[in-house]
């Protein structure tokens, strides 16, 4: 076994560990915190060794894994959102599978085809999905504290779980970043294959139409909610349907073109 | 109570101590309150039953909860249950003339305590360990209250006064170290707490308080305390509303007329009014939210801790809006007190340990004038010894620095008699401490054999 296939191995063992222990926050007994400390412990340890990993292949997938991993950090510090790692943890983890079983030779394109505008579209792609993906997570906690509250269950709520004004924030937050990195990931993505770059532009219909539909999607969101003024509730919902569009654009479009996932 | 002493069992003092009282557990509500003393009637008669019944060392503790005696007498043989009793009815009869409660009742009711049981429920009292409402902080410092009255009237002995500085200590480490104290209990404070899941910043955040009488008054001066973006207290009679805004020193005071649009300004409202019917419907939500939408606040907390309620339960059915009430409040109190009960068992760990410590004092001090008798047997046997040496014609040319090193090496040798002997006995228990101390004074409670 190749240190590649180790690093590989370490990294997807830890976030499938680290989403079974994360989802302990959950919980309200002093007795879960031990489980739950070594399950940020097996986050940290995934997200250095993907890190690693994407840095030596990299490929698209890897790429977005440790992208994530490192959002979820970022916030656990600046919002103290620990529980996102609940929803972030087997998301990386499902993207290290799918690098693993369909995506083994999807990676950034070497210097032959290299541009400029190609790299950038790659960049952004990957931080917009990245912020898509947190705001999904975001969007779930939200509504389950928003259940939680309706039905008045105030006694299942975990002592450490994030208030609403902190979600809205981290929500908005994330949805105006990614929705920023998924326009220039367009936009980028348009002048690469009008400059001609692309050999089967074909093959790569879907993919655009797909992505133009996500895009309308999340400037749908952030209009409704911005000059509607709708409810964060409703923007958490539409949230989840955006990342469900880009996740089929993700897992549903592997196939299509070269790149398919990227 | 409970009747477990200190892991070893020593010849110490503490069965000198005793207590004698009532307490929320012993007696009702009505008889609490004829035994109620304001702390001046506590000074008047800590000093004369100290006179009277020649006790050096007592203090009494007297809230609406409990009113009981601590102290220590040197004649422990003294301490039956009639003369504790005897105690606490003169305590009474002499300062609180308007009791209601006959002799009769005077000696059934008050429980009694001595020894370790004693000195254990002093610990348990001023840790709140023993209070009505687990861990609540308003008796530590009515305890040191009761300190301080003891100290002025001239009972606070050396040994009560080391016992109730236990106790503090004990209570501080307690409250620390343990869960006993972060969970508020109180329905007003659990109703500002709730306001967390809307902010963890409570400074962020507006509050309106419908009501101003006491479950208001509760929640405004905790709301208060946190220096909220704003407080309002709305009343339907604005005078009261704003006396309660004049005593907090905070906020504003607005009457009912403009509930709307003070709901749509708020992000938590609190109400606890005496009002028969609902004060708030859900028309005035939804009209609060048509405004709301436009200066983009966030969700709506409305918590009722009024009975019969202030808030149609229907307002919960517009998006963004939580209603709560006195029932899912007390739910959060009662899982709350949960966890103070279960971190009792940590306190009772602490309460051990330091009564353990509390007991090593009491070795020593009651060991105290045989320690100092073997010390001085020992520092004047071992210089007779060593004078009778000096005489002698090959010491005689002995300078003045060499005498000063063999006096000094006689010193520490007493000294480490001494030390060997204090460790001996500390460490001794039962029949062992007896037989020791027994023989000790037969050897040292005399002159040094010629």
């Known amino acids: 076994m190749d240190n590649n296939a180790i690093i590989s191995m370490i990294s997807l063992s830890s976030f499938l560990l680290a989403s079974s222990l994360v989802v302990l926050g959950f919980k309200n007994s002093p007795r879960q915190v031990i489980g739950l400390r070594v399950g940020y412990f097996l986050f940290v340890v995934g997200t250095l060794s993907t890190t690693v990993e994407a840095l030596q292949s990299g490929s698209t997938a890897t790429l977005l894994a440790a992208a994530v991993a490192w959002a979820t950090i970022i916030s656990w510090f600046v919002w103290k959102l620990e529980l996102i790692g609940a929803f972030t943890a087997p998301v990386i983890a499902l993207t290290l599978l799918s690098h693993i079983f369909f995506l083994p030779h999807a990676r950034v394109p070497s210097s032959s085809i290299d541009t400029r505008s190609l790299q950038i579209h790659i960049v952004a792609a990957v931080i917009g999905q990245t912020f898509a993906i947190l705001a999904c997570g975001l969007s779930l906690l939200f509504l389950w504290l928003d259940k939680k509250l309706k039905n008045r269950e105030l006694n299942e709520l975990p002592v450490r779980y994030p208030a609403f004004t902190t979600l809205t924030k981290a929500l908005n937050r994330s949805l105006w970043i990614g929705f920023a990195f998924i326009t220039l990931s367009l936009l980028t993505g348009a002048i690469f294959s009008l400059n001609g770059q692309l050999d089967n532009i074909q093959n790569m219909y879907p993919k655009i139409v797909w992505a133009i539909l996500v895009w309308t999607w999340y400037l749908c969101i952030l209009v409704l909610k911005e000059i509607r003024g709708y409810q964060p509730q409703k923007t958490a919902r539409m949230s989840l349907i955006g990342f469900a569009l880009m996740s089929l654009s993700w897992f549903g479009l592997l196939f299509v073109g070269p790149w398919g996932a990227q | 109570m409970t009747n477990s002493s200190p892991k070893k069992p020593r010849l110490d003092h503490s069965s000198e101590f005793f207590c004698v009282g009532h307490n929320h557990r012993t007696a009702d509500i009505e008889t609490r309150e004829a035994y109620y003393l304001t702390p001046e009637q506590v000074e008047l008669a800590l000093v004369a039953t100290s006179k009277k019944f020649g006790l050096s060392e007592l203090a009494m503790l007297s809230t609406c909860n409990r009113c009981e005696v601590f102290g220590f007498s040197s004649a422990a043989t003294f301490l039956s249950v009639e003369f504790l009793h005897e105690i606490y009815e003169f305590i009474h009869e002499t300062v609180n003339s308007k009791s209601k409660i006959g002799p009769d009742l005077f000696r059934k009711t008050p429980y009694t305590s001595t020894g370790w049981d004693a000195i254990r429920h002093t610990f348990h009292v001023a840790a709140s360990l023993d209070s009505l409402v687990l861990g609540e902080t308003q008796i530590t410092g009515q305890f040191k209250d009761a300190i301080t009255i003891a100290r002025n009237a001239g009972t606070l002995g050396a040994m009560l006064g080391r016992l109730t500085q236990e106790a503090l200590g004990t209570a501080k480490k307690i409250r620390t170290e343990t869960a006993i104290g972060r969970h508020r209990v109180s329905i007003s404070h659990a109703a500002i707490d709730l306001a967390r899941r809307a902010s963890s910043d409570l400074s962020t955040l507006s509050f309106l308080i419908l ?36 005593q907090l020193n905070f906020g504003e005071a607005h009457g009912h007329d403009q509930l709307s649009s003070l709901i749509a300004h708020a992000d938590v409202v609190i109400s606890a009014t005496s009002a028969s019917e609902f004060v708030v419907m859900k028309s005035d939500i939804v009209t609060a939210f048509k405004t709301r939408k436009n200066s983009r606040l966030g ?67 009651k060991m105290a004038p045989l320690i100092s008798s073997s010390s001085k047997y020992f520092t004047d046997t071992i210089l007779k010894e060593a004078q009778k040496t000096f005489a002698r014609e090959n010491f005689s040319r002995l300078d003045d620095d060499q005498r000063k090193a063999i006096d000094a090496m006689v010193a520490a040798m007493a000294s480490r008699f001494t030390s060997d002997i204090a460790k001996t006995l500390r460490n001794a228990t039962g029949d062992e401490t007896q037989a020791l101390i027994s023989a000790l004074k037969a050897l040292f409670e005399k002159d040094p054999s010629p």
Not at chain 2, 217 to 245: D, F, G, H, M, Q
Not at chain 2, 303 to 332: M, N, Q
Request: proline residues 4%; hydrophobic residues 40%.
């Open chain 2, 299 to 365: 969700p709506l907390f409305l918590i009722d801790i009024a009975l019969p309620r202030d808030i149609d339960p229907k307002c919960s059915e517009v998006e963004g809006v939580y209603l709560f009430d006195i029932d899912d409040l007390k739910s959060v109190v009662e899982a709350h007190m949960d966890k103070r009960r279960e971190a009792v068992v940590e306190a009772e760990h602490i309460v051990t340990e330091r009564m353990d410590n509390f007991s090593q004092w009491l070795g020593l001090q």
């Open chain 2, 211 to 246: 009501g101003a009488g006491e479950m208001s008054r509760v929640a405004a001066e905790y709301a208060a305390s946190y220096k909220p973006r704003r407080l309002v207290i709305a009343n339907r009679t604005k005078e009261k509303a704003t006396t309660l805004v004049e």
